[in-house]
């Protein structure tokens, strides 16, 4: 059992940075793969970024998002730059116990995930 803690998210003016972590819990932190998604109202939430177990592969789908991970301190983080109001969502940090492509496994399939943190980017 893993348990997932976002924090970081609020809001920020467009152009702006914010730095999200999700906190894990247990001693098995580093044999997943972690990722983060978002969720914007009345949308699907969808793929942000992911990292390997290892942190030496990663994924973004957002050139101005950076991915990272602490195996030590059990978190992972990512670092949002320039930011615009199509960024507002809710981030999600989810782990995966899978390796391979990242980005192709759906939300269904990431094993647990975090309660959400809020982001706001206003214009």
């Known amino acids: 059992q893993v348990q997932l803690v976002e924090s970081g998210g609020g809001l920020v003016q467009a152009g702006g940075s914010l730095r999200l972590s999700c906190a894990a819990s247990g001693r098995v932190f580093s044999t997943y793969a972690m990722g983060w998604f978002r969720q914007a109202p009345g949308k699907e939430r969808e793929f942000v970024a992911a990292i390997s177990r290892s942190g030496g592969y990663v994924e973004s789908v957002k050139g101005r998002f950076t991915i990272s991970r602490d195996n030590a301190k059990n978190t992972v983080y990512l670092q949002m730059n320039s930011l615009k109001p199509e960024d507002t969502a809710v981030y999600y940090c989810?782990?995966?116990?899978?390796?391979?492509?990242?980005?192709?496994?759906?939300?269904?399939?990431?094993?647990?995930w975090g309660q959400g943190t809020q982001v706001t980017v206003s214009s």
């Open positions: 989810a782990a995966i116990n899978l390796a391979g492509n990242l980005k192709a496994y759906p939300p269904a399939r990431w094993d647990y």
